[in-house]
């Protein structure tokens, strides 16, 4: 480390000690003196104009205002945040519920039908039936009757003018209907035709007990339900396809043998279905009502479609104003000409 030496005194001296001014030896003013920070400041308060109190007291205002603003619309979008996120949180939340619902759906029905069999009357399992729709019901679930509940006239018309009246014997086991003409005058019932894989209807049943005939296709008919169908003079026709299911081409060619040329079907979503992915359907009957039951059960069971062109195709015919009620009725442009 180098030290510099006054060559008057011979000492060295220290540059971190400022020099003092003596009267034989004045200290020299540094150079860069506009480079002091204190200087440099006042230079730039010096350089600014001062607005005058009225100027001041507009901005400062103008900014509280703006301040304002922006904190008020920052208030508005958490608030609009927040009940977003809880309406989405209960929406969720209804949505799983209703997922559980329907995929136990299928169960209950299975318990109505070991009902109607006479198969859970009492004893432990119809307890435990009990239970579990007494529970499901705490979450919204309604079963809704069918049973007594009078037709719409046009439905009995419609009925009256085929020659047959196909159902499906999961709706047959639900909601027991009677699948004849009713509160319209009528000189012969239509045939009625239940489609019933697997043969599971109960003799009993209130589409036997209605004037008229009554004939239940099936894949493979059990003997002993068969017996009983038979006993109330209902004739069972085995139709099965490679699928296990009944072969619903084959029993429309049946029933032309057998002289029928028109077909009423009051079907739920798997046998609608089937019958469009076959281009078995002439003429859609839709009854819409103003209402939203949730998700619930669909027209038709189908997979999804990948693209919109796949879709069926039909064209509205007529729509008419039943009640509360809108009933419409479509075609697909394959329908036949006698139709009309």
Same mark, same amino acid.
């Not at 040329?261 to 839709?286: F, R």
């Given at each position: 480390?180098?030290?510099?030496?006054?060559?008057?005194? +011979?000492?060295?001296? @220290?540059?971190?000690?400022?020099?003092?001014?003596?009267?034989?030896?004045?200290? &020299?003013?540094?150079?860069?003196?506009?480079?002091? /920070?204190?200087?440099?400041?006042?230079?730039?308060?010096?350089?600014?104009?001062?607005?005058? =109190?009225?100027?001041? #007291?507009?901005?400062?205002?103008?900014?509280?205002? =703006?301040?304002?603003? @922006?904190?008020?619309?920052?208030?508005?979008?958490?608030?609009?945040?927040?009940?977003?996120?809880?309406? @989405?949180?209960?929406?969720?939340?209804? *949505?799983?519920?209703?997922?559980?619902?329907?995929?136990? !759906?299928?169960?209950?029905?299975?318990?109505?039908?070991?009902?109607?069999?006479?198969?859970?009357?009492?004893?432990?399992?119809? /307890?435990?039936?009990?239970?579990?729709?007494?529970?499901?019901?705490?979450?919204?679930?309604?079963?809704?009757?069918?049973? +007594?509940?009078?037709?719409?006239?046009?439905?009995?018309?419609?009925?009256?003018?085929?020659?047959?009246?196909?159902?499906?014997? +999961?709706?047959?086991? &639900?909601?027991?209907?009677?699948?004849?003409?009713?509160?319209?005058?009528? =000189?012969?019932?239509?045939?009625?035709? !239940?489609? %019933?894989?697997?043969?599971?209807?109960?003799?009993?049943?209130? *589409?036997?007990?209605?004037?008229?005939?009554?004939?239940?296709?099936? /894949?493979?008919?059990?003997?002993?339900? #068969?017996?009983?169908?038979?006993?109330?003079?209902?004739?069972?026709?085995?139709?099965?396809? &490679?699928?296990?299911?009944?072969?619903?081409?084959?029993?429309?060619?049946?029933?032309?043998?057998?002289?029928?040329?028109? !077909?009423?079907?009051?079907?739920?979503?798997?046998?609608?279905?089937?019958?469009?992915?076959?281009?078995?359907?002439?003429?859609?009957?839709?009854?819409?009502?103003?209402?939203?039951?949730?998700?619930?059960?669909? *027209?038709?069971?189908?997979?999804?479609?990948?693209?919109?062109?796949?879709?069926?195709?039909?064209?509205? %015919?007529?729509?008419?104003?039943?009640? @509360?009620?809108?009933?419409?009725?479509?075609?697909?442009?394959?329908?036949?000409?006698?139709?009309?």
């Amino acid at each position: 480390m180098s030290e510099s030496v006054n060559p008057e005194e +011979g000492k060295p001296v @220290d540059p971190a000690v400022e020099p003092v001014e003596t009267p034989g030896n004045p200290v &020299a003013e540094p150079v860069e003196t506009q480079g002091d /920070a204190l200087s440099q400041a006042e230079d730039i308060l010096n350089g600014v104009e001062v607005p005058a =109190e009225e100027s001041v #007291a507009k901005g400062a205002g103008e900014d509280a205002a =703006e301040l304002k603003n @922006d904190l008020l619309r920052l208030q508005a979008e958490y608030v609009n945040y927040r009940k977003r996120v809880e309406r @989405d949180r209960a929406v969720a939340g209804q *949505m799983a519920v209703i997922g559980v619902l329907n995929s136990l !759906l299928p169960v209950l029905d299975d318990v109505d039908a070991g009902r109607a069999h006479g198969d859970i009357v009492d004893g432990p399992f119809a /307890a435990i039936a009990t239970k579990l729709e007494t529970a499901l019901g705490t979450y919204g679930l309604e079963k809704i009757d069918a049973t +007594g509940v009078p037709f719409d006239p046009l439905v009995h018309e419609a009925i009256q003018q085929v020659e047959t009246a196909e159902h499906p014997a +999961g709706t047959v086991v &639900a909601d027991d209907p009677r699948l004849d003409v009713r509160h319209v005058p009528t =000189e012969v019932q239509p045939l009625r035709v !239940l489609v %019933d894989s697997r043969l599971r209807v109960p003799a009993a049943a209130r *589409m036997f007990e209605a004037p008229g005939s009554a004939l239940v296709y099936c /894949a493979r008919a059990e003997p002993r339900i #068969a017996a009983a169908l038979r006993a109330q003079r209902v004739e069972v026709v085995e139709r099965p396809n &490679a699928d296990g299911s009944v072969d619903l081409p084959s029993v429309l060619d049946d029933l032309a043998a057998r002289g029928v040329n028109e !077909l009423h079907i009051e079907a739920g979503p798997t046998l609608n279905g089937a019958l469009l992915q076959a281009s078995l359907i002439d003429e859609l009957l839709v009854y819409l009502a103003p209402k939203l039951i949730g998700s619930g059960r669909g *027209m038709i069971e189908a997979a999804p479609l990948a693209n919109l062109e796949r879709a069926w195709g039909f064209q509205f %015919d007529a729509a008419q104003r039943v009640g @509360d009620d809108l009933r419409i009725s479509a075609r697909p442009p394959h329908a036949l000409d006698w139709l009309d």
